[in-house]
């Protein structure tokens, strides 16, 4: 009987669990499109590389989507057999809620084994592909933005540039560059121009030709002129990782071997997505009690509260460490051990230990 009871409750659990996950994916879907479509309107990525974008940042948000799911999964499924009255009869059979942690946990361990290869190799790996993406995205955004009869501005408006048209060999022609730095302001006329690659810079040039160079000040009289046969512009080179992103993409190992407060918050995170799965597993029993018919969603909202709690401390622990108010051998284990501690306290309540309480303070 034993067995049937485990199985029938993990196919609910795992049913469920299929069910808001794909719930929560197509929320999250539908806000990466919505994202990728706005940077796309804005010149910023290629359109081709918006549905890239979003199957590799889907990896990156499952490490915290799974845990989640996973969670308000078993809340459903113990409310579901509070409301029907099955668990009733499990307790009448002397199957009580602690005997059910047992499949639980079973089944969060092989989901947070999953997590676990997720967050530290997969997650990491899906980072550094969506910014390849991403700057090789910009780069052909930049190299498409110098079209013929149009004016672009890049640097915040310091560069503004146009083109008459394109001849028979793809190059510019007509060319007029404004550049500004600071109160001095340079104008370029050119006949034709075309865009080369540094390589071995890593720097994009606007090479002109046969044209004249205008430099000075608006307003004053020193003005300098220069005719050229051959004149090179570097363009603005898309804007780098930030230490954030480059921390999110480096290796787990690599953190391991560091001693940098913000390499050891990054590792404490990667390590939180498993160990609160199996947190959240332990204290959903506790959570998922309800009375008899009383709904199976009767105490979702309560979860849901619980887990933002959960999640909000571990994003003020991991600040706490990259600040330095914190110190890293600490790290994130103070968070999941209060949790722990609730969830256990909770257990130990309903499985008796209230009754117990009480009984010693009246003898006292």
């Not at 009448?92 to 639980?104: D, S, T």
């Not at 997650?123 to 780069?139: H, N």
Request: glycine share 10%; proline share 4%; aromatic share 10%.
């Amino acid at each position: 009987m034993s067995g049937i009871i485990d199985r029938y409750l993990l196919r609910e659990i795992f049913r469920s669990f299929i069910g808001v996950t794909a719930v929560l994916m197509l929320i999250l879907l539908g806000d990466q499109f919505a994202r990728g479509l706005a940077r796309a309107a804005a010149d910023r990525i290629p359109r081709e590389a918006v549905f890239k974008l979003m199957g590799l940042t889907t990896i990156e948000y499952l490490s915290l989507l799974v845990p989640a799911a996973f969670f308000f999964a078993v809340m459903l499924t113990l409310g579901r057999l509070y409301r029907d009255s099955e668990m009733s009869a499990l307790n009448a059979c002397g199957v009580g809620a602690g005997r059910l942690l047992r499949p639980l946990l079973w089944a969060g361990l092989v989901v947070a084994a999953g997590l676990a290869m997720l967050s530290f190799d997969t997650a990491p790996w899906a980072a550094r592909m969506a910014d390849e993406i991403r700057d090789e995205g910009r780069r052909q955004v930049q190299l498409a933005a110098l079209e013929p009869g149009r004016f672009r501005s890049a640097s915040a408006g310091r560069l503004v540039f146009y083109a008459r048209a394109r001849n028979e060999e793809g190059q510019l022609t007509g060319i007029f560059i404004q550049q500004r730095d600071g109160q001095n302001v340079e104008v370029v006329t050119a006949a034709r121009a075309e865009q080369q690659i540094a390589l071995d810079q890593d720097q994009n040039y606007l090479v002109l030709y046969d044209g004249i160079r205008y430099t000075g000040r608006p307003g004053t009289p020193e003005f300098r002129s220069a005719r050229f046969v051959e004149h090179g512009i570097p363009l603005p080179v898309p804007e780098r990782s930030s230490k954030a992103q480059q921390r999110r993409q480096a290796s787990t190992l690599a953190l391991l071997g560091s001693d940098e407060a913000d390499d050891i918050a990054e590792l404490h995170w990667r390590l939180g997505a498993p160990l609160s799965l199996l947190i959240l597993t332990l204290l959903a029993v506790p959570l998922g009690r309800s009375a008899p018919r009383s709904g199976r969603y009767g105490r979702l909202g309560f979860a849901i509260l619980v887990f933002v709690l959960y999640s909000n401390m571990l994003g003020v622990g991991r600040s706490m460490i990259e600040e330095g108010f914190a110190p890293p051998w600490l790290g994130l284990w103070w968070v999941h051990g209060a949790v722990l501690g609730f969830g256990l306290l909770m257990l130990y309540l309903q499985g008796g230990g209230a009754w117990r309480l009480r009984r010693r303070w009246r003898r006292a």
